[in-house]
C-alpha cells in the first residue's frame, strides 16, 4: 500500500503521545474529519513503530517526549519498515539541532503543539498532498538560531561528545576525568558548556536531549 496523494481520499493515520487525555483529544479530533481516519493510538516510540507496520498508515503523528528510544529513532525505524509513512511530529520546544536531526531522519513535519486545529489539519492535509516539502510550524526566536552561526547543527565539539557519553554511562566527574586523562575542573567546564549548547537544566537533561537530537546513539 502507498499513501495517497489525492485529498479527497481518506487519509489513515496514527496517533502517539504518552499523555493519554491529549492523546485521546487529538484523535478524536481528526476523527471528525470526513478525509481522515484514525486507525489506531499508542503511548511510545516502540508503540508508534509497531502500529505503523502493522496498519501501514499515510501519517504517522508523533509526540516528541514519549517513552523509548528517542524521536530521531522512531522515526527513523518508521521509515525504513513503512516508508509509504509521513511522520508529523508535534512538540513544546523550540529546539533547532532537533529539528535538524528530525528532517535528517525524515520527518515531513515538525510542528509546535501551540498550532491551531486548523494549522495541523491544513498541514497534514499539506504532507499528503506535498510530500516533497517540508511542513513547518516553529518561532521567529528558531529561525533566528537557524541564522546564527552553527545555528541548526549539531552543537557538541568531539571532547564535549566523548565527556558526555562517559556521563551517560553513569560515571562521575571525577571518573570521566580519570578515563579521559583530564582535571576534573576541565570535564566540569565542559559540562557547562554543553548544557548551556543543548538548552539542558541537568546532566539527565543534557543526556535526554543528545539522544533526540541524535548527538548520542539511542538507548538500548
Request: glycine share 6%.
Amino acid at each position: 500500500m502507498t499513501a495517497s496523494t489525492d485529498p479527497t481520499d481518506r487519509t489513515r493515520a496514527i496517533v502517539v503521545d504518552d499523555h493519554t487525555l491529549f492523546r485521546e483529544l487529538l484523535a478524536g479530533l481528526l476523527a471528525q474529519e470526513p478525509w481522515l481516519d484514525v486507525v489506531a493510538q499508542g503511548d511510545s516510540g516502540p508503540a508508534a513503530v509497531a502500529l505503523a507496520r502493522q496498519h501501514r498508515p499515510d501519517i504517522a503523528l508523533l509526540d516528541v517526549q514519549m517513552p523509548g528510544p528517542g524521536i530521531r529513532t522512531t522515526v527513523l525505524e518508521i521509515h525504513r519498515h513503512c516508508p509509504q509513512t509521513h511522520c508529523v511530529v508535534l512538540t513544546m520546544r523550540d529546539d533547532p539541532a532537533l529539528l535538524r536531526s528530525l528532517i535528517d531522519a525524515g520527518a515531513a513535519a515538525y510542528l509546535l503543539k501551540s498550532v491551531s486545529s486548523r494549522e495541523l489539519l491544513a498541514s497534514i492535509r499539506s504532507v499528503i498532498t506535498a510530500p516533497d516539502r517540508i511542513h513547518l510550524s516553529i518561532s521567529r526566536d528558531m529561525i533566528k538560531a537557524f541564522d546564527s552561526p552553527g545555528g541548526g547543527t549539531a552543537p557538541l565539539s568531539p571532547r564535549e561528545a566523548e565527556i558526555l557519553r562517559h556521563v551517560a554511562q553513569g560515571r562521575s566527574n571525577a571518573e570521566v576525568a580519570a578515563a579521559l586523562f583530564l582535571a576534573e575542573t576541565t570535564v566540569k567546564r565542559h559540562l557547562t558548556n554543553m548544557y548551556r549548547k543543548l538548552g539542558a537544566t541537568s546532566r539527565v537533561d543534557a543526556i535526554r536531549r543528545a539522544h533526540e537530537a541524535g548527538i548520542l546513539e539511542p538507548y538500548p
